[in-house]
């Protein structure tokens, strides 16, 4: 993980989203994290990224650990006959 003042983040975004890449960029203000940049490996990864910081996708997999413990739960084999898959 690298750190990288901001006003050198501004200078050379294009540079810096390369590196993040290849690892995280923890950018800093006066010494301090303010932000991070994250390299995506797939175009499509940020979906993922997207929905693991949704409060809402939080919430749903608070309600599905819930209904596990309450033995409310279907197994792959069922899921997949279900929905013929």
Same mark, same amino acid.
Request: charged share 35%; no cysteine; hydrophobic share 40%.
């Given at each position: 993980?690298? @750190?990288?003042?901001?006003?050198? !983040?501004?200078?050379? $975004?294009?540079? *810096?989203? @390369?590196?993040? =890449? /290849? =690892?995280?960029?923890?950018i800093t203000r006066d010494g301090q994290p303010v932000g991070?940049?994250?390299?995506?490996?797939?175009?499509?990864?940020?979906?993922? =990224? $997207?929905?693991?910081?949704?409060? /809402?996708?939080? !919430?749903?997999?608070?309600?599905? /650990?819930?209904? $596990?413990?309450?033995?409310?739960?279907?197994?792959? =084999?069922?899921?997949?006959?279900? *929905?013929? !898959?």
């Amino acid at each position: 993980m690298k @750190q990288v003042p901001i006003d050198e !983040v501004k200078n050379d $975004l294009s540079g *810096y989203l @390369q590196v993040a =890449e /290849r =690892e995280s960029v923890v950018i800093t203000r006066d010494g301090q994290p303010v932000g991070i940049l994250i390299g995506l490996e797939d175009a499509e990864d940020w979906w993922e =990224e $997207l929905i693991l910081r949704d409060p /809402r996708f939080e !919430v749903e997999i608070a309600q599905a /650990r819930q209904s $596990l413990k309450e033995g409310k739960s279907i197994s792959i =084999e069922e899921m997949k006959a279900k *929905y013929a !898959v």
